[in-house]
Structure formats: structure tokens, C-alpha cells
């Protein structure tokens, strides 16, 4: 037994649709494939970061050091300041201007933390342009 489906046509009509349920699975499957992939690229690594020997920078005229000391008070230039104050302070040394680089410069046994939370203060007052201040290595 067989069964004819076309009704006599001969000739075969041309389709102008695309047809989209490839491209879907196509999309379906790289989605897949990323969402397992994503969490493999980002691995903790214990990383010692190397000292800079990168030739030294020359230095403004009058450059406004912010330093953290190792009992976590900070000074500003030679003045010493209390955080609170900090904001007023850099205002009035800087005449107001707040694209004026800050050079930050802490202490050997001051914590990342410590660290970043005068960055944080900093930026809360509005300046944005901190220099970190290190020794160079010698050759």
C-alpha cells in the first residue's frame, strides 16, 4: 500500500521563510557550553607580586603627601589629622581643586585594610587621583 501526499503537484513550491529552530539550539547549546565554562576560568591563584623596577617618574613641584602611619593616624604633608577632618583638609590644600594627585604613603606593618579604608575616605571626599608611594628596588 503506499499513499501520495503532494495531490498530483509535480513541481515543488519555493520556501521563503528561514527556518529558526537551528539557530535556537545553535544558541541554546553555546549558552550551555559558557555557563560551565565561566565558573572554570575565574580560579584563585596565591600570587606574590614581584617589586617594581620601573624607572622613576618625575616628581611634581609640590607634590601633597597623605602618609599613614603605623598607629594608623594620618598627616598630611607634615600636619597631623584626624580622619574626620581629612575631607576639609585635602579642600584646603588642594584650594578646592579635586584633580590634584594625592601621593598615599603607608607603613611597612600597616594592614590592606587599613590601606583601603583611607582610599576610601579619599574617594569619598572626592578625590580620585592617588598615587601609591614605595620604595624603588635597587639594581
Known sequence: MSVRLDHGKA???EVHE???????????VLLIIFMVAAPLA??????????????????PDKPLFLTLRPDLSLALGDDVIAR????????????GDHDTRIFLRADKV???GDLMAVMD???????????????????
Not at 528561514?18 to 541554546?28: A, C, H, Q, R, S
Not at 569619598?124 to 639594581?139: D, H, Y
Open 42 to 59: 575565574t580560579v584563585d591563584i596565591a600570587v606574590n607580586l614581584p617589586t617594581s623596577a620601573a624607572p622613576p617618574q618625575p616628581r
Open 11 to 13: 513541481e515543488i513550491d
Open 84 to 95: 574626620e577632618a581629612l575631607a576639609g583638609a585635602l579642600a584646603d590644600a588642594t584650594n
Open 121 to 139: 575616605l579619599l574617594r569619598a571626599a572626592g578625590f580620585l587621583k592617588v598615587a601609591l608611594v614605595g620604595l624603588e628596588k635597587s639594581q
Open 110 to 112: 600597616v594592614s590592606y
Open 18 to 28: 528561514i527556518n529558526v529552530t537551528p539557530f535556537i539550539d545553535v544558541m541554546l
